[in-house]
């Protein structure tokens, strides 16, 4: 394993340490066209995420979706990457994702001099750091070299960032590994917004309820987040985090940001109020937007592409404080966006919420692959991000959910229902949405179970004809039948592929990953603190080879027993 005190200035030709905002906005002007609010905007060359070229170094387990390359094979490149810098001049950025000392990192970026502008939109996501000589995360980000590729070493916290220009890639390669180092030391890492909804309950008490919205980019996750849901007087609606959330096991979510990476499609202000107000102010960064040669900006031409994107300061957006943290998730919503019998709302216990995490339902987006932009699309989690095997994660997330019955797990559909033939289906529009979450937050739906499905379906929401979004409304019994079975059997599928991955969950088996928690290295035989230990008589111990690299020591949780002889030290 690397250490990233060895990856300094000392590496480069030339380093321009921490220019100030506007310096960097001057670095970057060969490549801006000024809008008309007098804020930047600039075009690249790429523009999505390649997430097919983004690999995870073998140092640990990968999962379902990611993609590995073995230490030496990452090493090579990263030696010749390092060959390069000698004669580079780069821009060095620091800045510290969180506010507070919880689940708190400090950052650091180097990147080619003549790509200021990734600097400068970096570093509007990301507050000052406090400790700008000691990073606990760092990225390498070479724009022009000949070869796309990411590269992700977990244990050292580097990233290697080749052959492209899109932002997202400089955004994620410190959430990515952030939510990873969050993992190790016992919390959960979503990308998720977060919100407070301060309302009027059913009984007429003023309440604060915390709201955590799970989705792909472009299903509506920050559209919902900043959304004010027509909350006046007393009621309002506080906006506390865009992309990524840090979760400890009580529920309470660390915010990562200070700027937020907005879609733009269509933006406008009838709609979108909140986000076009800061969209179109002086320190708003547009990228791959539409500007005409007199700065004027039109979100409604995608000549350029459909993901055209904007970097607006947290601080510009209206209903926001002074913290960026949520004190509980009481209300956990995972967003998807289907166009036929999946229902507005559904309401899920802890074994649902699992299943919806594992299953990841959604559509992709022009921000991951523009090719497949509407096609049916599972992550799990909504999170391309995670690094490790998944199944931690979602196991972590039910038992969470388990030990605090106050937090509520909900699926919302911001697509559409009844699509068949020529007709795209009655529209979930934004109103609809957002009145249903305000009503979720003031308790006042009424719930009953579906027999088919199991989960509970609104029969009555207060400011919405629910049953003019009623699924089954829109097609025969034979219809709705076949539409059920194809999504069974997709999801079926899905579980089985996730089964044979990680080869854990048959009830055949006596190991199952639940039953177990990493507490140490083989390696260093010493305890972390970043794993909880369980107070336990038992000292039964498992050792669990991850297919052949490096061992993992786990201790069975108190009152499991197991079934088949395993070794004790």
């Known amino acids: 394993m690397h250490e990233l005190k060895n990856f300094n200035d000392q590496l480069f030709k030339n380093v321009i340490s921490n220019p100030t905002e506007q310096e960097l906005r001057n670095l970057a002007k060969p490549m801006e066209k000024t809008t008309e609010f007098n804020s930047a905007s600039y075009v690249t060359e790429v523009r999505n995420r390649s997430a097919k070229n983004t690999y995870i170094v073998d140092e640990i387990e990968v999962g379902v979706d990611q993609k590995e390359i073995s230490q030496e094979d990452a090493d090579k490149i990263l030696q010749k990457v390092l060959e390069y810098v000698k004669d580079k001049d780069v821009i060095r950025v620091d800045r510290q994702m969180g506010m507070g000392d919880k689940f708190s990192y400090n950052c650091r970026l180097y990147i080619s001099k003549e ?67 969050v993992k190790e030391e016992g919390g959960l890492g979503f990308h998720a917004g977060s919100k407070l909804l301060r309302v009027y309950d059913k009984n007429h008490e ?38 990524v959330i840090f979760m400890d096991e009580n529920g309470y979510c660390v915010g990562t940001e200070t700027g937020f990476f907005i879609k733009t499609e269509g933006l406008n202000p009838e709609q979108q109020g909140v986000l ?70 559904v309401k899920l216990n802890p074994d649902q919420a699992l299943e919806a995490f594992m299953l990841g339902e959604s559509i992709e987006t022009s921000a991951g692959d523009p090719t497949k932009a509407g096609q049916s699309k599972r992550c799990v989690g909504t999170n391309p991000f995670i690094m490790g095997p998944e199944i931690e994660e979602g196991l972590r997330l039910k038992e969470i959910l388990q030990n605090n019955p106050d937090m509520e797990c909900y699926i919302l559909n911001t697509g559409s229902v009844g699509a068949k033939g ?8 934004i109103k609809v949405s957002t009145t249903i979450m305000k009503e979720i937050a003031r308790d006042t739906i009424n719930w009953v179970e579906d027999e088919e499905w199991g989960y509970e379906v609104p029969v009555q929401v ?108």
């Open 422 to 429: 020529d007709f795209k289906g009655e529209k979930l529009s």
């Open 462 to 569: 207060n400011g919405i004809d629910i049953e003019k979004y009623n699924p089954r409304n829109y097609y025969t019994e034979e219809e709705y039948k076949v539409l059920a079975s194809r999504l069974k059997a997709e999801r079926k599928a899905w579980g089985k592929r996730i089964q044979r991955f990680y080869n854990r969950s048959s009830s055949n088996r006596s190991f199952k990953l639940s039953n177990f928690r990493k507490i140490w290295y083989l390696n260093t035989y010493k305890p972390t603190s970043r794993w909880r230990l369980h107070n336990s008589n038992s000292q039964c111990f498992r050792m669990h080879y991850r297919n052949g690299r490096r061992p993992v020591l786990w201790r069975c949780r108190s009152g499991i027993k197991i079934r088949r002889k395993i070794k004790v030290f």
């Open 206 to 243: 003023l309440k604060d309820v915390g709201f955590i919205m799970f989705g792909l980019s472009g299903t509506g996750k920050t559209t919902l987040t900043i959304h004010d849901h027509g909350l006046t007087g007393e009621e309002k609606s506080i906006v506390r985090q865009d992309d």
């Open 276 to 345: 076009y107000k800061a969209a179109t102010t002086d320190r708003a960064i547009l990228e791959n937007v539409k500007v005409y040669d007199d700065g004027k900006v039109d979100f409604d031409d995608v000549s350029l592409t459909s993901n055209g994107r904007g970097i607006i300061l947290r601080s510009e957006v209206p209903n926001t404080d002074d913290t960026i943290d949520l004190e509980k998730a009481n209300k956990i919503i995972f967003i998807t966006r289907r166009n036929d019998i999946v229902p507005p709302v």
């Open 115 to 181: 790509y200021a502008r990734i600097a400068y939109m970096w570093n509007n996501t990301l507050q000052p750091s406090s400790n700008p000589e000691n990073p606990d995360l760092l990225s390498i980000y070479i724009p022009e070299w000949p070869e796309r590729i990411m590269i992700a070493y977990p244990e050292t916290g580097l990233t290697l960032i080749l052959g492209s220009d899109y932002f997202g890639e400089a955004k994620k390669s410190f959430l990515r590994m952030a939510m990873y180092k």
